[in-house]
């Protein structure tokens, strides 16, 4: 099923990545894991691997259709991609439409309060501080990226957010936040990197509000595979 030769390069919480013939692609094997509060919650859960692998692949070629570029190439196996080699930003890139999780949580808000202009958020990608919130002047001392790419970062996360909340909307689903991961090519490009998926994404059904993403897995609410597949039922017709 891989190509070869390949070898495991990294193990994270949700993906292994695996280095192949060409040194400029990577192979993405999802897991059946799921993790949460920084990896404190743990659980395996049959079929979210592919779930995931399945809607990200969709999602990252929808954008690529409207000129956002990704590290998408090929869709392997149920749980496995060939993308595109990126040397990462250490930044998760967060944008939210409502109020939810650690937002809420931090300044007080009602779940489900609508933001009048998205608010977009940087977090350091560093698992034993805790992934945490850092701002522009934070991105700059730690060399995370320079000013301009942080500029090219957020129109990019906000276009996404453009782009996905109209897609959702057409298909009767709320995006409520989300997080990217981008970094860069051969050519020194910015592009799309990691997931796009409902461990990354909140989705609330427009209509009963019900939670369509991980956290059905974060407040145990159950039914996890089945909310992903209604999500990619959406995302695949
Ligand atoms: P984590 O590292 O947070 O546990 P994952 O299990 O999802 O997360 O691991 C995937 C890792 O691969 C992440 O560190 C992510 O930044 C990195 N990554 C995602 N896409 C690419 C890419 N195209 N090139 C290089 N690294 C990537
Ligand atoms: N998110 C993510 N990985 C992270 C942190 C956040 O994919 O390491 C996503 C999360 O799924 C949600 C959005 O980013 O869609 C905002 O997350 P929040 O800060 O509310 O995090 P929580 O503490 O709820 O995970």
Known sequence: MLESPCHLLYEGKAKKIYATSNPQHYIVDYKDAASAFNGLKKATIEGKGALNNRISNYLMQYLQTQGISTHFLQELSPTQTRVKKLTMFALEVIVRNL????????????EG??????????C???DALGDPLINDDHALALKLASHAEL???????????????????SKGVILVDFKLEFG?????????????SPDTCRFWDATTRQKLDKDRFREDLGGLCQAYETILQKVSH
């Open 99 to 110: 109020a939810a999780g650690s937002i809420a949580k931090r300044l007080g808000l009602q």
């Open 113 to 122: 309060l609508p933001f009048e202009t998205p608010v977009l958020e940087f």
């Open 124 to 126: 350091y990608k560093n």
């Open 151 to 169: 500029q090219t970062l957020r129109a990019l996360a906000l276009q996404i957010n453009d782009l996905l909340g109209a897609y959702f909307k």
């Open 184 to 196: 860069k090519d051969a050519q020194g490009q910015i592009v799309l990197g990691d997931e796009v």
